[in-house]
């Protein structure tokens, strides 16, 4: 069974923080999805990889394929940056969106 | 472009009462997916679609049923509601099997 994992669950920091969120799963995988949802809001999607690094902004996402981990990081966290954070992966057996299995999300609160 | 639009936003039925989670997306997309988001749990999939007339079951289908007439919606039938079924439901759409996710704002459903 396909499971993925986020650590922390809860985090809070500091504006200005650097922060890092962690997503480990137990199968292989053909892609990885990082979303964002904010308190009572939508879903928006901040990366798909399936290799390597991605950056947009202030958030930079990377996956280490043999090591079934991924992390995502947020540079200089600002108190909009604070929702959830969910991971989600697309098994290889599949291998599509509609085989996507969801962690559980990070909660990040960014103080001032 | 308006993205993927869901209405209701909110919900309260009776128990044994009918509903339909209504979702438009104005982007062309070829596949469509309705999940729900319990509290403390991951996105679970109910249903999905790859293009019009073709739908399939995820992971939780029971007590719903869909459709998909046309590329744009993907209505989400509720028959004879059950507490069990109080969640967020929130549907999205991508152009291909494995691309990034666009969802809804969601329907916060609550059954009584």
């Known amino acids: 069974k396909n499971e993925v994992e986020q650590s922390p669950q809860n985090l809070t920091a500091q504006e200005g923080e650097f922060i890092t969120i962690n997503c480990s799963y137990s199968?292989?995988?053909?892609?990885l999805h990082w979303l964002q949802q904010h308190p009572g809001g939508g879903i928006v999607s901040l990366f798909m990889?399936?290799?390597g690094k991605k950056k947009h902004g202030r958030l930079i996402a990377t996956i280490n394929i043999q090591e079934k981990h991924s992390s995502l990081h947020i540079t200089a966290s600002h108190p909009r940056d604070s929702a959830v954070y969910i991971c989600?992966?697309?098994?290889?057996?599949?291998?599509?969106?509609?085989?996507?299995?969801f962690g559980k999300g990070t909660l990040l609160t960014v103080n001032p | 472009n308006a993205g993927v639009t869901q209405t209701p936003k909110f919900r309260i039925l009776k128990i044994g009462q009918s509903m339909t989670l209504q979702c438009a997306q104005d982007?062309?997309?070829?596949?469509m997916y309705w999940y729900r988001q319990d509290p403390g749990m991951g996105l679970k999939l109910i249903y999905y679609?790859?293009?019009?007339?073709?739908?399939d079951k995820g992971e939780v289908p029971n007590g719903y049923n869909v459709s998909r007439s046309t590329t744009e919606d993907f209505p989400l039938r509720l028959e004879l509601a059950a507490p069990s079924q109080t969640s967020v439901y929130f549907c999205?759409?991508?152009?291909?099997?494995?691309?990034?996710?666009?969802f809804g704002n969601g329907t916060r459903l609550t059954v009584t």
């Open positions: 990889l399936s290799s």
């Open positions: 989600a992966v697309v098994p290889n057996s599949g291998g599509s969106n509609y085989k996507l299995t």
């Open positions: 982007m062309n997309h070829n596949y």
């Open positions: 999205a759409s991508s152009p291909t099997g494995i691309s990034p996710l666009h």
């Open positions: 679609s790859v293009g019009a007339g073709i739908t």
């Open positions: 199968v292989g995988i053909s892609a």
